[in-house]
């Protein structure tokens, strides 16, 4: 019984030193959310985060740009399996067919493409949708913040999936 007088006591004090441990990101840069619960026993299986070195894994993001296996990217990216390359547009309304040429080539055809937005989830025009299909492909569009976490899953799971981001900061 005092055993676990003690272990109760000293949960509180260990929880507090657990927590000062956790390394704070820069305000600059926000975290993607965490799929674990907090305080639960799957904190201790964290599958997640023992993603093999090969695979893509967006692991946060700024409003100019995505951190990806531990490296900065300012600007528009696109990701294609576990290949990543910086994209031209800019915002939104510069996305076109020619903008995602390259999903015409590329083998195997990935089945989807999420399309991160920048803030704000945006229509995306039914001539663009009618090319992404054309190409075999199904459209998810998201803002970018989302897109990054729903790409993490997908490609986690072994899906082929491309992903193509406008940074978090574009609203529009």
């Given at each position: 019984?005092?055993?676990?007088?003690?272990?109760?006591?000293?949960?509180?004090?260990l929880?507090?030193?657990?927590?000062?441990?956790?390394?704070?990101?820069?305000?600059?840069?926000?975290?993607?959310?965490?799929?674990?619960?907090?305080?639960?026993?799957?904190?201790?299986?964290?599958?997640?985060?023992?993603?093999?070195?090969?695979?893509?894994?967006?692991?946060?993001?700024?409003?100019?740009?995505?951190?990806?296996?531990?490296?900065?990217?300012?600007?528009?990216?696109?990701?294609?399996?576990?290949?990543?390359?910086?994209?031209?547009?800019?915002?939104?309304?510069?996305?076109?067919?020619?903008?995602?040429?390259?999903?015409?080539?590329?083998r195997?055809?990935?089945?989807?493409l999420?399309?991160?937005?920048?803030?704000?989830?945006q229509?995306?025009?039914?001539?663009?949708?009618?090319?992404?299909?054309?190409?075999?492909?199904?459209?998810?569009?998201?803002?970018?913040?989302?897109?990054?976490?729903?790409?993490?899953?997908?490609?986690?799971?072994?899906?082929?999936?491309?992903?193509?981001?406008?940074?978090?900061?574009?609203?529009s």
């Open positions: 019984m005092a055993g676990r007088q003690r272990a109760v006591q000293t949960l509180p004090t929880m507090r030193a657990l927590r000062k441990e956790i390394p704070k990101p820069p305000p600059s840069q926000q975290r993607l959310p965490s799929l674990r619960r907090a305080f639960s026993l799957y904190d201790q299986i964290n599958l997640i985060d023992n993603v093999p070195e090969d695979q893509l894994r967006f692991q946060g993001y700024t409003d100019e740009g995505f951190t990806v296996n531990g490296v900065a990217y300012e600007g528009s990216v696109l990701c294609v399996g576990n290949l990543i390359t910086s994209w031209s547009p800019k915002k939104f309304a510069e996305i076109t067919a020619d903008s995602l040429s390259m999903f015409q080539i590329v195997p055809i990935p089945e989807i999420i399309l991160g937005c920048g803030r704000c989830i229509q995306v025009d039914p001539e663009l949708r009618r090319f992404i299909r054309s190409t075999g492909m199904k459209l998810e569009a998201l803002d970018s913040r989302n897109a990054a976490s729903t790409y993490n899953i997908l490609n986690e799971e072994g899906r082929i999936v491309a992903a193509a981001f406008i940074p978090y900061g574009v609203s």
